[in-house]
């Protein structure tokens, strides 16, 4: 995956078991780095492996990737292994493959335009059945190669645009916008919606 800047984490049994049966590749949006030095190809994988160590110091940030997971599976109260277990069954990147400058700046047109061709990379190379995407602005950047998928009823009785990509081989990816787990995202809510998906 030469045109990524920085590698996806990818679950020890993403390929075979998956989630549900699944492949799921869960799609944030961008890394902020303070510092300049942090942005290396790995730190995707470090933030994710982080998540599980016991010995990591707990950060406000690492709530959201608890969230996301307890949506999933359906549970709150995760223990480490629980979250380990849920990490090396997914698979993550952050589509934004240039850093950000600060915790609440958004990627310009051009970060998200620039990225474009990386996300195909992954696509191609990590074959997911389902991509999770994290927020509406990401949803709303994504390329526009692709088409139209099924509207989805969501819990509280509105309609959720997806949309389908097609590999090389033709193999269809379901595209799926969820709101970003962050402070006012619900486990239980979006539970419901994902558990008719996959």
């Known amino acids: 995956m030469h045109k990524l800047n920085f590698l996806p984490w990818i679950g020890k049994h993403y390929s075979t078991t998956g989630f549900g ?77 240039v850093p950000m400058t600060g915790a609440r700046v958004a990627p310009s047109q051009k970060d998200f335009n620039d990225s474009e061709a990386a996300f195909f990379e992954v696509l191609e190379s990590l074959r997911p059945d389902i991509v999770i995407v994290w927020g509406s602005r990401l949803y709303n950047n994504l390329p526009q190669g692709g088409l139209q998928g099924d509207d989805l009823r969501a819990p509280d009785g509105h309609w959720v645009e997806t949309w389908r990509y097609f590999l090389g081989d033709r193999k269809e990816v379901k595209i799926v916008p969820v709101m970003h787990p962050s402070s006012s995202f619900s486990p239980e809510y979006w539970h419901q919606f994902l558990s008719t998906i996959i």
């Open 21 to 97: 049966g699944k492949r799921i590749l869960a799609l944030g949006e961008s890394h902020y780095c303070e510092n300049a030095s942090d942005a290396t190809e790995d730190i995707t994988r470090k933030v994710i492996a982080d998540l599980f160590d016991p010995q990591s110091e707990h950060e406000a940030y690492k709530n959201t990737y608890t969230k996301f997971a307890e949506a999933l599976l359906g549970r709150d109260c995760l223990s480490f292994e629980d979250k380990e277990r849920f990490w090396n069954s997914i698979a993550f990147y952050n589509y934004v493959q």
